[in-house]
């Protein structure tokens, strides 16, 4: 079992940066891919960034060239710094943990994950 805890949101204007965390408990973090999803009022759950348990990241549209993923196994966390920031990018952000190796991009494919936490930008 792995609980995941996401802190790091809150309000910002555009072209402002905000890092997300996200805390999980359990003794075998280290084997979980670990992705980050957004979903906007009305819209469906996305992936934006997942990283391997190897420490390699992978982004999807979404998250291509301004965001950044990862991760310190030592400490249980996974990170996502999000930099030039875009009213499109106001969100629900979900943090998840899946035994799927790869690059897994379906929420389906995500055994754990964390409550959310809101990132709002301003134009």
């Known amino acids: 079992q792995v609980q995941l805890v996401e802190s790091g949101g809150g309000l910002v204007q555009a072209g402002g940066s905000l890092r997300l965390s996200c805390a999980a408990s359990?003794?075998?973090?280290?084997?979980?891919?670990m992705g980050w999803f957004r979903q906007a009022p009305g819209k469906e759950r996305e992936s934006v960034a997942t990283?391997?348990?190897?420490?390699?990241?992978y982004y999807a549209e979404s998250g291509q060239g301004r965001f950044t993923i990862s991760r310190d196994n030592a400490k249980n966390t996974v990170y996502l710094q999000m930099n030039s920031l875009k009213p499109e990018d106001t969100a629900v952000y979900y943090c998840a943990a899946s035994i799927v190796g790869g690059y897994p991009q379906r929420p389906s494919e995500y055994n754990y994950w964390g409550q959310g936490t809101q990132v709002t930008v301003s134009s």
């Open positions: 990283i391997s348990w190897n420490d390699r990241p």
């Open positions: 359990g003794r075998t973090f280290s084997r979980y891919t």
